[in-house]
């Protein structure tokens, strides 16, 4: 089958552990960057794609330093954090950043995929109507919009979920 995903990088990092100063998560809006703070104290950090496809499982350097500029543009004491350590991982993109939960036209066969940038977080609701789509071998009314077929209908997902092309939305 062929679908509608493209395979991305995305990397996050680490900080050097701190006292507590942040209790939640905040995002750059302006760009895109997102920080929390862990149990330990490190503040966990992340942004953009890397900008091309690859199954590498690793990232460059420069975007990281594109991603921290952003966090350093709202927190500037960030800058005078040690990084621990950063890592890349491959990103299911769909083509507009919402992902897919649905049968297929092979019998038995379901998909869930193209969860982009926010495949755990889902995970109860993408878990809980994917489990009743497998089970009753029909969509549950949760995920009937997030079809394979929209991307041939043209009926897709107008919300801030970011695709492939992110500078686009
Ligand atoms: C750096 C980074 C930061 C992220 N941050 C967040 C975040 O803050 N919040 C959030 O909600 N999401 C985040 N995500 C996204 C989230 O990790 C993914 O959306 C989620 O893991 C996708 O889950 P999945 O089960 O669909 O796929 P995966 O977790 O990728 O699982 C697929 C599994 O299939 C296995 N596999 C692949 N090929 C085969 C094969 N041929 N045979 C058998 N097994 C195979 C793989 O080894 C893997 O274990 C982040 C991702 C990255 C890379």
Partial sequence: MTLPIETHLLQACVSEPIKPVLDNVVTFGAGHFYVS??????????????????????????????????GIAMMPFLSKLKMLRTWGGIMDMSMDGSPIIDKTHIEGLYLNCGWCYGGFKATPASGWTFAHTIAQDRVHEL???????????????????????????
């Fill in 37 to 70: 703070q862990s149990d330990k104290g490190e503040m966990v950090m992340g942004g953009d794609l890397d900008g091309y496809n690859s199954y590498a499982q690793r990232g460059n350097l420069p975007t990281l330093q594109h991603v921290l500029t952003e």
């Fill in 143 to 169: 995920n009937a919009g997030y079809s394979l077929n929209r991307f041939n209908t043209g009926h897709l997902i107008d919300e801030k979920g970011l695709g492939t092309k992110t500078w686009i939305s």
